[in-house]
């Protein structure tokens, strides 16, 4: 079965610098996708960025911008010029290519605070 | 546009009562899902409708039943509620039900059974 972890529960970082938060996740399939959800207090889940991994080339949207790293089962997430409204939960997930439904797995996010 | 609306925001319970959650989607979506978030655990799949008519269950099925209406409405039932089902309930669409869908969530539902 397909797992995904974050080990950062928590993470910091001041207003136009740059963080990264990390993911892993475990699987023996070879075509699947990644993606990063954003939760802020609100509780909507928005969509920040997704990887396919059959794709060598590292997704990005705008200030966001991932490492992936197939063979180390990596996916990082890189948050570049950080701005307040940056501030939410980060959830990590994966998708299975081919299945027969979009059952995403999701990690145990990572809480970003982001110091004025 | 709405996009998913899910009601009702907020719901105290207490053991044994019973609850619908509604959710509705004005996007023509064919595929629909009910996840719930716990702390420490993410969000985890209940059941899912892949288009109108079916349902499948997910990951944590226990305890729910669910209807999908019609194509716009899905909805989650707790038949006789349970602290261990106190949660925050998201519903969520897709166009496909490929894996490369973009997901679109409700704003989800604060549960509590008391």
């Known amino acids: 079965a397909q797992t995904v972890t974050q080990s950062q529960p928590e993470m910091s970082v001041q207003e136009a610098e740059t963080v990264t938060l990390s993911c892993t996740y475990d699987t023996s399939e070879s075509d699947y996708y990644l993606f990063w959800y954003k939760q802020p207090p609100s509780r909507q889940m928005i969509l920040v960025i997704r990887?396919?991994?059959?794709?060598?080339q590292n997704a990005t949207e705008n200030r966001f911008s991932v490492n992936f790293q197939k063979a180390a089962k990596s996916f990082s997430l890189k948050i570049s010029d950080s701005q307040l409204g940056d501030a939410a939960m980060y959830f990590c997930?994966?998708?299975?290519?081919?299945?027969?439904?979009?059952?995403?797995?999701f990690g145990t996010g990572t809480l970003l605070a982001v110091q004025p | 546009n709405a996009g998913v609306t899910q009601t009702p925001k907020f719901q105290v319970l207490k053991t044994g009562q019973s609850m619908t959650l509604q959710c509705a989607q004005d996007?023509?979506?064919?595929?629909m899902y009910w996840y719930r978030q716990d702390p420490g655990m993410g969000l985890r799949l209940i059941y899912y409708s892949a288009s109108e008519g079916t349902t499948d269950k997910g990951e944590v099925p226990n305890g729910y039943n669910v209807s999908r209406l019609n194509k716009r409405e899905f909805s989650l039932r707790l038949e006789s509620a349970a602290p261990s089902q106190t949660s925050v309930y998201f519903c969520?669409?897709?166009?496909?039900?490929?894996?490369?869908?973009?997901?679109?969530f409700g704003s989800g539902t604060q549960l509590s059974v008391l």
């Open positions: 969520a669409s897709s166009y496909g039900t490929s894996e490369a869908e973009k997901l679109f």
């Open positions: 990887q396919e991994a059959y794709k060598q």
């Open positions: 996007m023509n979506h064919n595929s």
């Open positions: 997930a994966y998708g299975r290519y081919g299945g027969a439904t979009n059952k995403l797995i």
